[in-house]
């Protein structure tokens, strides 16, 4: 009889984290779906337990194990939950600056101090951080998001040399400019009334000429997640069209 494997996928109510939801359960995962949103409530299914949870308060994280341990062996995480606000560090507001902090960052560190115990019993597994080129390379006015993803580019690498004798991998996708619903209200910040606009000059920033889609990074997450990734681990990776290519 094949194994159910349970993968916990935050911030799985829309964009990327709903594609790797949406594309884990059709290759025979059995998803557990964690978002604050209750949208995340319609991925219902077969194979998909919702769960809503606000990632950044520790009492929420710490009800993921158990809802995890009800559906099976715990075997990979992927941490997408993610928030993006503008402004620098003088005119970022404080409140957006920890909340920033607090959803891309701090959920990663309670969401695996809260499961990672639980793969060590299962006996390994994978865990997916999706960072962002905004890790590496960057652009005006979003000190705190680009500060969260060169941060999680950190922490994969110090969670992988953490967790490597309990069988634990752990890697870090970056993608490039992705068509999400939270970067075309980017697109919106910054070209007001004409957020294509801005939609059409990223792309062309991109060697492939477009931006991506959300099943393109949704891909690459299971294949990490998968045993032909087995030694695959503290790296980061880009699914970015050739963005970074010419920096």
Known sequence: MTEIRCAVVTGAASGIGRAIAQLLAQRGWHVLAVDKDAAVEA???????????????ASDCDRIPDAARAIGPLRGIVNCAGVELHGTV?????????LVMATNLKSIFLVGRACLPLMEQAGGG?????GSIQGMATQRSVAAYAATKGAIIALTRAMALDHAAQGIRVVCVCPGTIDTPLVRANAEYFTPGDPDRSLREWGALHALNRIGT????????AFMLSDDASFITGSSHLVDGGLLASF
Do not use: Q
């Not at 991925?43 to 308060?57: F, G, I, S």
């Not at 003088?90 to 920890?98: F, T």
């Open 43 to 57: 991925l219902a299914d077969a194979w998909t337990t919702p769960l809503v949870a606000d990632l950044t308060r």
């Open 90 to 98: 003088i005119d970022m507001p404080e409140a957006d600056w920890d």
């Open 126 to 130: 994978a865990v997916v951080n999706i």
């Open 214 to 221: 959300t099943r393109e990074v949704a891909t690459a997450v």
